[in-house]
Structure formats: structure tokens, C-alpha cells
T-cell receptor, first 114, second 112 residues
Framework: SAVISQKPSRDICQRGTSLTIQCQVD?????MFWYRQQPGQSLTLIAT???????TYESGFVIDKFPISRPNLTFSTLTVSNMSPEDSSIYLC???WGAGETQYFGPGTRLLVL | GESVGLHLPTLSVQEGDNSIINCAYS??????FIWYKQESGKGPQFIID?????DKRQGQRVTVLLNKTVKHLSLQIAATQPGDSAVYFC???????????FGQGTILTVHP
């Protein structure tokens, strides 16, 4: 496993603004992913963060709303753009080291949009 | 497969009892399955995994059973402790590398 940190741990934002969430891993990883967990619900994959290329988005998620960066093998950011109250969720990053390997999760960022 | 709703299934047990948490999946092509534990305010924590070429795997106090015929996964926790109280999620991975599909989750409450 690895130590995965996320910043901020929580935030309260106004609608129409944007928030960038950071995910930092203490070792190089092959894959990084971003998930959303709406209140009282399960996790849904937003996208796979690819190093050096555009992220791969799941159905229902678009780059304009959730731009993602991955400049190296230990760091990624997710931006939640033009926020609305419906974006209030926990946003989680996860990592793994290759095909068929276990994914490990960060502590999450708890976002409340007013 | 996964389904989401506002009300998660719940399981209440007494400390020391054994707990069984169940999960159904729909993708017959899934070949890797994971159980996660999520405590309040934290991210999911890996518990145990199993690949489709196995039907049982044991860890410390936990056992995962896989029945591919009926597409069912279960997590057994022996001698459940108050610290086991959390939401438990199963997740499956198949042909789409790295993509985990999560089950809806089960709230486990352990009473002292």
C-alpha cells in the first residue's frame, strides 16, 4: 500500500465557483482514479487520470465539468467547475500499481456547495 | 451490479458474534472482487480480495466467499468487534482495466 493524502479535507463553497482537489501519493503509482460518493451512497468512478495525456472519463462525466491533471506518477488534481448544490459529495482519489492490483483510497475531500 | 439508493442495508450484531455481509454482482465477466470498509469520515479501506479462479479466501478474522454461478459474494467477519462498525462495500473489476464497480454498501453496527 501507500500513503495517500488529499487536500483540502473538506470545504464549503458557493455555487458557481470552482474547487481544485489535490491527491498526493508517497510513491510512484501506475494508475490514479477519481471517484464521487454522494451523501449516503456508494462510489462512482469519475475518470482515470492518465499521466501525460487527457483523462479517461466515465459515462455521465465530462472534462469541462471535472478537468483532471496528472503531471507525474505521484500527483493528480480534480477540479469541480461551476459548482451547484448537486455537486455536494465526497471526492476520493485511488491508486494502484498495475493490472489486477488492488486499489487503495485516499481519505476523501468532503465538499458542500451552498 | 451496483445500485445506489438513499437507504443502505443494515446489519446489527452483538460483539463476539459472526457477521455475514452479502453482495450480488451482475457482470459475469468480472474476474476480481474486493471488499472495502469505510468508517465515518474516512476513505474506503481494503479488507480482502479474491479472484475468479477461487471460491474462498481467508484473512485475519475475515473470509470472502465467491459463488460465480449465482454471481454472489459474501464477507464473513468472525468474532465481530465494535471497531468493525462501518459501511462495507464490495467492488468488482472486469474487462475494463482498473475500473471498479461498487455495490451499494451495507452498514454494520456492532453492539457491545
Amino acid at each position: 500500500s501507500a500513503v495517500i493524502s488529499q487536500k483540502p479535507s473538506r470545504d464549503i463553497c458557493q455555487r458557481g465557483t470552482s474547487l481544485t482537489i489535490q491527491c498526493q501519493v508517497d510513491s510512484q503509482v501506475t494508475m490514479m482514479f477519481w471517484y464521487r460518493q454522494q451523501p449516503g451512497q456508494s462510489l462512482t468512478l469519475i475518470a482515470t487520470a492518465n499521466q501525460g495525456s487527457e483523462a479517461t472519463y466515465e459515462s455521465g462525466f465530462v472534462i469541462d465539468k471535472f478537468p483532471i491533471s496528472r503531471p507525474n506518477l505521484t500527483f493528480s488534481t480534480l477540479t469541480v467547475s461551476n459548482m451547484s448544490p448537486e455537486d455536494s459529495s465526497i471526492y476520493l482519489c485511488s491508486v494502484d500499481w498495475g493490472a489486477g492490483e488492488t486499489q487503495y483510497f485516499g481519505p476523501g475531500t468532503r465538499l458542500l456547495v451552498l | 451490479g451496483e445500485s445506489v439508493g438513499l437507504h443502505l442495508p443494515t446489519l446489527s450484531v452483538q460483539e463476539g458474534d459472526n457477521s455475514i455481509i452479502n453482495c450480488a454482482y451482475s457482470n459475469s465477466a468480472s474476474d476480481y472482487f474486493i471488499w472495502y470498509k469505510q468508517e465515518s469520515g474516512k476513505g474506503p479501506q481494503f479488507i480482502i480480495d479474491i479472484r475468479s479462479n477461487m471460491d474462498k479466501r481467508q484473512g485475519q478474522r475475515v473470509t470472502v466467499l465467491l459463488n460465480k454461478t449465482v454471481k454472489h459474494l459474501s464477507l464473513q467477519i468472525a468474532a465481530t468487534q465494535p471497531g468493525d462498525s462501518a459501511v462495507y462495500f464490495c467492488a468488482e473489476s472486469g474487462t475494463s482495466y482498473g475500473k471498479l464497480t461498487f455495490g451499494q454498501g451495507t452498514i454494520l453496527t456492532v453492539h457491545p
